[in-house]
């Protein structure tokens, strides 16, 4: 089971395999005491409406995106947080009813099976979670999503297509009913309840009692956190290539942004940067189908392959004429180091940046560092920005790299199985003075490394304050259907002891944010346009102990 500090953010794709490592999510700023209450509600209505339209014209993943931002700002605004769990279930169906894995389950699964798999998650969440279960809380949960369901188009046109209004709207009153007189104390009991909800929906609606299952299965997931959720064997395969740090695709990220299919990022050496494509670029059509007004999955979809196969994608860059480009999919390998460069080397100012914490992390920092070495590294930044998390144990790896003693990171879970203690050894460790740059979308796993080299003051924090996920999660693969549940198992806390939920890492130098260089970094030229680095650089200048926090 590994330990996954998970990626926080759920925008976007890294076609064909990942999901999407980075988010936009703005920077939190503490409200002055000055600000009214009249004032803040003006705000939430704002938002609010905002994610109305949203949700008015089926955009879930903006809309979920948009209620993400909005709590970083108000974390404990009632609303807010109603809306966020709202679209979030709307956003999981969608996903689900989109992936072809999940839809193979709901056809060939027997009720049986369906019902043992139900068990075997709520089990799972028994034995792991870090909180006890309330097994109501959990069928509630899977009542509500299943009662979505019944309003969703695709969910009707593949479940439903024999049932009326009427026998719908009937169907929900038993429904009712029967979870109003049961007393849910067990996982027995949520398996008795849902199975007799789904003879209830093939007597009444002749639908499959599969989908009714596996929708209180993924209600159950849903209902523990943000984090945790049931994977369907796609998405388990996707978890273990974010692990692994390959897949079979095209190679970049992609997000929908205004109903058009926008590219955030391009991986280095893969098929589409080969082919031409750019961040910034929009995705107009695949293999001749439109994708506007798509989600990101229904795109993703589309871009799926056997690898060897080819795909035709219409591409235009802002203010140049479209483009049709043949693309050969392909195994691509996800870089956790990228950018490796001098970037003065009269200081001897190296560079470099982690993408994210996968298996190979520790071992790719220690070959730039090598090479950095040879090239005159004196002092050494590690660009921590846009950086979501990953593998508990790399971002540990990774940080010991540059300590020599002490506690790198703790955990603590409901069982004492999960109480673990990370420690840096001795040998082998890089002595360079350090600058780390962190933002808001560095969360989890980069938090580990950031807070590490904080309360060991190790190095210099430039930028702003980081996310604030605090949580790791295990991924347990299921005995039936391939799939797997991802469950948060414990908090970790920094060597001080500090927590990370909802706090983050404070830097030592604040920095307000400009928007990054899209192009590489060679030359200060282009750290001029980047407030924390061009910070980050002059911090490195005057490096020293006095810029220590004690």
Known sequence: M????????????????????????????AQPAAVSIPGHAVEVDRLLEQGYRLERDGRWGEALSHYEEALRKHPSDPSLLRRFEYVRVHYDLGRRLADRSFNTAVAQLPLDQALDLYEEVLLKIEGHYFEAPHWRQLVDRGIQGLQIALD?????????????????DHFR???????????????????????????????????????IVLEFLCGATN??????????????????????????????EMKMDNERLLIVRVITGSPAQEAGIRAGDHITMVDGQPTQGLTTDQAANLLLGEEGSVV?????????????????????????????????????????????????????????????????????????RGNPGGLLTAAVDAADLFLDRGLIVSTRG?????????????????????????????????????????????????????????????????????????????????????????????????????????????????????????????????????VIRD
């Open 152 to 168: 969703d188009p695709e969910f009707i046109a593949r479940n439903l297509s024999r049932a009326d209004a009427n026998a719908v």
């Open 414 to 546: 409901r069982s004492t199985q999960e109480d673990f203690t990370y420690t840096a050894r001795s040998g082998g460790t890089w002595n360079v003075p350090l600058v780390v740059l962190i933002d808001e979308n560095s969360a989890s796993a980069a938090e580990i490394f950031a807070g590490a080299v904080r309360d060991h003051r190790r190095g210099t924090l430039v930028g702003t304050r980081t996310y604030g996920k605090g949580s790791v999660q295990g991924i347990f693969p299921l005995s039936m259907d391939g799939a797997g549940v991802r469950l948060t198992t414990a908090k970790f806390y920094s060597p001080q002891g500090r927590p990370y939920n909802r706090v983050g890492v404070e830097p030592d130098v604040v920095v307000h944010t400009t928007a990054r260089p899209t192009e590489g970094l060679a030359g200060l030229p282009a750290a001029s346009r980047d407030s924390i680095l061009d910070a980050g650089v002059r911090t490195a200048q005057a490096w020293g102990r006095s």
């Open 223 to 252: 209902a523990l956190d943000t984090y945790s959720a049931y994977l369907t064997p796609g998405q388990l395969g996707e978890v273990y290539a974010q692990i692994e740090g390959n897949f079979v695709g095209l190679g970049i």
């Open 312 to 384: 035709t994608v219409s591409a235009v860059t802002p203010g140049r004429v479209p483009r049709d480009l043949r693309i050969r999919r392909r195994r691509v390998d996800v870089p956790s180091i990228d950018d490796v460069e001098m970037l003065d080397p009269a200081s001897g100012i190296a560079y470099l940046r982690i993408n994210c914490f996968q298996k190979s992390t520790a071992r790719d920092i220690e070959a730039a560092l090598w090479k950095l070495h040879r090239q005159g590294m004196r002092r050494l930044i590690i660009d921590l």
């Open 173 to 211: 009153h038993e429904l009712n009913s029967l979870y109003a007189s049961r007393d849910l104390r067990s996982r027995y009991d949520a398996r008795e309840l849902a199975a007799e909800a789904a003879r209830l929906a093939e007597l009444r609606l002749k639908a499959p009692p599969t989908a």
């Open 2 to 29: 590994p330990s996954w500090v998970l990626p926080f953010g759920r925008r976007s794709i890294l076609a064909l395999a990942i999901l999407l490592l980075a988010t936009s999510a703005g920077v939190v700023v």
